[in-house]
């Protein structure tokens, strides 16, 4: 049968069929449908936004931690990337050379990390099983490169711990991963993160990023971009650096492999991370390198870039880079300055960075170079700043060819953070 439809003057719809019989059901079923549409359509919303409410929007992070002292504590400087002949890649480059050129530049803490797969996971029976691990001066950390087909990153520990568990879910799912490093402890940064071995994991599993890989720093760009990223959507990821140097000088000719010029260009300290720890240990270490209270140079005698802020302007700085505060709506002083070997007469760019754009370019000269600015962060939603500096190149006999790599980058720092929330 076919149906035609009648208006009545009270806008309802009957069914009128050729028998002039109508259908109770079928009407009150049209009745109840005509009446949503006019409902969905008039009522000046659609289905699905009504009373709509964002649950990840930004909101008061509430209380935050207090700052740790930016006086109790000490400035220790350390290689976080480097491979000994546990990485079978490497040449000329067996621990006791490493740790040896390490005291002899200065070095006061180290991570040797070599790559996981070369010895199926086992580096509790091998780097750290190696007579050379051991040292009276320098700080050894426990560590890594977790090399995977998703990409390599960092293990950074204080103490031993069970590696081989970590190497076993390389390619399992990120949860699954996340649990692991959870339940070990430790420290994970993702290496060289946008390189050929990139790091294809999720960044929230994370406590840092190497933003500075090896002595050619023109290959970073885009991992400082990635950091910026991380840092703009509220993870709070630290910035440090590692060398990534897989050989040492032979002791002999005959020991020269086609890679030994590298010893030259890039090897220990190039770069070289800078952590303000709480005491000279090695947990200590640990600590701030994941608290963000770490900076980065172009080798260990480059000097260090330091980065403070004055909250209220009472002329006293109360915070450096890596902590995070709230902010008042009131402006707040900052500081950069160079501590260290400084070129005699030299003229360094500081270069500001806010929320991943520039912010402001100033010149600083002097014994001491120190440029200082203000600006008032934002009362909602997330502010950061983080400094990165220019000039002449500072000297590093011991690899020296490493300075033309390095170009006219001295160093940078990590972040100051307003309002980010500690439980992203």
Not at 89 to 107: H, R, T
Not at 124 to 147: C, H, M, Q, V
Not at 301 to 327: C, H, I, S, T
């Amino acid at each position: 049968m076919i149906a035609h439809k009648t208006l009545k003057p009270n806008n309802n719809y009957d069914i009128v069929f050729n028998n002039n019989r109508k259908t109770p059901m079928l009407v009150s079923i049209i009745r109840i449908g005509l009446l949503m549409m006019t409902t969905y359509c008039f009522s000046g919303t659609a289905r699905g936004q009504s009373n709509h409410s964002n649950p990840w929007a930004v909101t008061d992070v509430g209380v935050l931690p207090p700052i740790a002292s930016i006086t109790g504590g000490v400035w220790l400087k350390g290689e976080l990337h480097v491979h000994s002949r546990h990485s079978k890649e490497s040449s000329n480059n067996p621990i006791s050379k490493i740790l040896a050129f390490s005291k002899a530049v200065g070095m006061d803490y180290i991570c040797i990390t070599d790559h996981d797969n070369h010895v199926n996971g086992d580096v509790a029976n091998n780097t750290w099983a190696d007579p050379e691990f051991k040292s009276d001066s320098i700080l050894l950390l426990y560590g890594a490169e977790w090399t995977t087909t998703r990409g390599h990153g960092n293990v950074f520990s204080a103490r031993p711990y069970d590696h081989q568990r970590l190497y076993d879910v390389r390619d399992q799912r990120d949860v699954v991963i996340g649990a692991v490093k959870k339940q070990l402890g430790v420290h994970l940064s993702a290496n060289h993160p946008s390189g050929k071995d990139h790091f294809g994991y999720s960044y929230d599993m994370v406590n840092s990023i190497e933003v500075w890989n090896s002595a050619v720093w023109s290959k970073n760009a885009n991992a400082i971009m990635i950091w910026d990223d991380m840092l703009s959507s509220g993870r709070k990821l630290t910035g440090r650096g590692g060398s990534d140097a897989h050989h040492g000088v032979p002791d002999k000719p005959e020991q020269a492999t086609t890679n030994s010029y590298q010893a030259k260009a890039n090897y220990v300290g190039t770069p070289t991370t800078w952590v303000f720890a709480t005491a000279r240990t090695s947990q200590a270490v640990v600590d701030a390198l994941t608290n963000g209270r770490v900076s980065v140079s172009a080798n260990p005698y480059a000097p260090r870039v330091e980065f403070y802020a004055d909250l209220d302007q009472d002329g006293k700085m109360d915070m450096m880079m890596g902590d995070n505060a709230r902010p008042t709506g009131k402006p707040v002083k900052f500081r950069v300055q160079l501590t260290g070997q400084t070129v005699s007469g030299a003229t360094y760019t500081v270069n500001v960075v806010k929320n991943g754009d520039k912010f402001g370019t100033f010149q600083a000269t002097g014994k001491l170079p120190t440029v200082e600015f203000t600006d008032t962060p934002a009362t909602s939603g997330r502010t950061y700043y983080r400094v990165v500096v220019e000039g002449p190149p500072t000297a590093y006999p011991q690899v020296p060819q490493s300075m033309a790599l390095s170009g006219n980058m001295v160093g940078l720092s990590n972040p100051i953070c307003f309002n980010f929330d500690p439980n992203f």
